[in-house]
C-alpha cells in the first residue's frame, strides 16, 4: 500500500548543521547500529526501515502503517537518543519533516537526485529542474 511509504528527515534546512547529530541513531560500536535499527523496527510496527545520515541530514524511509504524528515522533527520536533533553523534544514538530504516500516516494527521489548531481560540483545543481523537464518530455520514448 503506497500510503504505508512515510519519511522523517531531519535537516540543515530548519536545524543548525550541529543539531543533526543530536536526530541520529546513537550507538558505540559499528556492530551495534544493526541491532540498534532493528530494535526501532519492532518497538514501532516499522515493515522496512532504511536509514540515511550524512553531515548534513538524517533521513528515516519507513514502511509503516502507523500514523506519524507528534507522539510518534518524540518517542521515535527519544529510542533513537535517549539524551534528547525536553526542549529539543517540544521542537519536533516544527522542525522535522514528514512525508507520507506519493509524496514521501517524489522525495526520495528528489533528495537522490540531488544528491547523485551534488557529487558532481554545485552548478550541476542549478540545472537538476531543467534536466527533469528534459527527461520528462522523452519518457514516453522506448514504451
Known amino acids: 500500500m503506497i500510503g504505508y511509504y512515510k519519511i522523517i528527515t531531519v535537516t540543515h534546512h530548519f536545524f543548525p548543521v550541529e543539531e543533526i547529530g543530536s536526530y541520529v ?15 526501532l523496527k519492532s518497538k514501532f510496527g516499522i515493515e522496512e526501515l532504511q536509514y540515511m545520515a550524512t553531515c548534513n541530514r538524517a533521513t528515516y524511509i ?48 528528489e533528495v537522490a537526485i540531488y544528491r547523485f548531481l551534488g557529487r558532481r560540483g554545485a552548478g550541476n545543481i542549478q540545472a537538476v529542474p531543467r534536466k527533469l523537464r528534459k527527461l520528462k518530455s522523452h519518457e514516453s520514448i522506448g514504451r
Do not use: W
Open 25 to 39: 541513531v546513537q550507538y558505540q560500536e559499528n556492530d551495534q547500529l544493526a541491532s540498534k535499527l532493528e530494535s
Open 62 to 109: 519507513l514502511y509503516t502503517p502507523a500514523e506519524i504524528d507528534y507522539e510518534f515522533l518524540k518517542e521515535f527520536f527519544r529510542f533513537i537518543n535517549p539524551r534528547l533533553n525536553p526542549a529539543q523534544i517540544m521542537r519536533l514538530d516544527e522542525l522535522v519533516s514528514v512525508y507520507e504516500g506519493l509524496e514521501a516516494i517524489r522525495h526520495l527521489f
